[in-house]
């Protein structure tokens, strides 16, 4: 049993600290990041070539579910966190310190793509090494609950970066901060990884895996999740809808706001700052309302609402923008994320096969930010770009909500709660696919 569940949670979910930290630092400072590392003709054309690297990143975040997922279904969810959380922590000090365009030439582009190469490979088990951890220590009907604290760590980091670029933004002159100011928050950053690795040098393993007969090899895992292929596909359409809404409503946001809006720093500061304390409220409330009603009513009615109201709360915002306005649409968004992704964790623990719960889930999470969540930055510039609509961007996050509707109707068809109905209920031994049973002989 672990000894003290509040600290098992600051424990495993403070490498997310970092993680996030670090994402949205670099959506923040987009277009100084542009200017130093990716010089173009124009403020479009920069910044496309910056969150163009930021999704590249991203893109190894299916290969890092793999390899690492199968690593933490081998060895233990302890070892594993701790291995994400150093390569993780090597992509953070690799992007604040690399040397600018003007100083090293096309090597400073290269080597802050190979930081966010590591990053992107880490993160793609993080999130789903660090929710099942959650959910393998929770209290019994609590497993929403628990693993919603996954997502709300990321908004403390959130919060605290906002606060950073705030005071940053107050004590320095624009100029200086588009030139190297961007990088004290990066810094900061650096030294905030020995206390992380302090924390998660002191987790222990959790019960379930421990209590497990035998923990299956890495070939095996690799099989199991082939096998199970329907399920994380099911899996990474239900995580659509999270990964594109928080993508825009953190990285997004400021450079939508400064860019786009015509906002002043501050005020794209100021509204993102307070979405990450909405965020962090929304998460724990919606694990808990699934936890109680079921995931599929939750996934359901946000998607709904995310599907229809997008783009006309974007249309009303851009029409005549304004802080007010700006901050309602996000609180609206904020909404729909939080609620959505607390049901979300629970969810996809509940349906893949426990033997390989950190690949699978880890898996659907990574494909599902990779093609979908991290491109919310370069899809919503595009987009603008393109149609000369600033509204646009609603278009994008319309069609995310689409495969978490169809998923939610697939993987609960007339069922409230995973844990009394179909075969996805049990998905230990689910129809056609390799039980926990056939790994363990």
Not at 220 to 240: K, P, Q, T
Not at 322 to 330: I, T
Not at 355 to 383: I, K, Q, Y
């Amino acid at each position: 049993m672990v000894k003290s569940r509040v600290g098992a949670i600051v424990r495993s979910t403070s490498g997310n600290f970092l993680e996030q930290f670090d994402f949205f630092l670099f959506g923040f400072y987009a277009s100084a990041i542009g200017k130093a590392f990716f010089p173009a003709d124009s403020e479009t054309a920069s910044l496309l070539d910056t969150f163009g690297v930021f999704w590249l990143g991203a893109l190894m975040r299916p290969v890092g579910a793999i390899v690492l997922g199968a690593y933490i279904d081998e060895l233990g969810r302890r070892q594993g966190l701790i291995v994400t959380l150093s390569i993780m922590a090597i992509g953070t000090v690799v992007i604040a310190f690399c040397p600018s365009y003007a100083s090293i030439g096309i090597a400073a582009p290269a080597i802050v793509l190979l930081g966010r190469l590591l990053q992107g490979f880490s993160a793609g088990v993080e999130v789903g090494g660090v929710s099942v951890y959650l959910a393998e220590i929770a209290s019994p009907g609590k497993r929403g609950l628990y693993a919603s604290f996954q997502s709300s760590s990321q908004q403390v980091a959130i919060f605290v970066a906002a606060i950073l670029g705030y005071v940053l933004s107050e004590l320095m002159p624009a100029e200086l901060v588009s030139a190297w100011g961007w990088r004290i928050p990066f810094f900061v950053g650096c030294l905030i990884i020995p206390l992380v690795f302090f924390l998660r040098r002191t987790l222990e393993e959790t019960p379930e895996f421990l209590a497990m007969e035998k923990h299956p090899t890495a070939r095996e895992v690799f099989a199991s999740a082939v096998a199970n292929w329907r399920i994380v596909v099911l899996g990474m359409m239900i995580a659509i809808l999270t990964t594109t809404t928080f993508y825009f409503v953190t990285v997004y946001t400021p450079t939508f706001g400064k860019t786009v809006l015509k906002l002043s720093s501050h005020d794209a500061l100021l509204v993102t700052l307070l979405v990450a304390v909405t965020n962090f409220i929304w998460n724990p409330i919606g694990g808990t309302v699934s936890d109680r009603i079921g995931r599929k009513p939750v996934l359901l009615i946000i998607a709904g609402l995310a599907l229809v109201t997008t783009y006309p709360a974007l249309y009303w915002l851009v029409s005549a923008p304004s802080f007010g306005k700006m901050l309602a649409v996000e609180m609206m968004f904020s909404f729909y994320f939080g609620t959505y992704s607390g049901a979300m964790l629970g969810a996809l623990v509940e349906i893949v096969p426990k033997h390989v719960r950190t690949t699978c889930f880890s898996l659907a999470f990574a494909l599902a930010a990779a093609l979908f969540g991290t491109f919310t930055p370069f899809a919503s510039t595009w987009l603008i770009n393109r149609t000369e609509d600033k509204a646009s961007p609603g278009f994008w996050l319309m069609f995310a909500a689409a495969p978490g509707i169809i998923a939610a109707l697939t993987v609960y068809p007339g069922s409230a709660k995973p844990s009394r109905g179909t075969k996805w209920s049990r998905p230990e031994r689910p129809t056609g696919l390799l039980s926990v049973q056939a790994i363990s002989h």
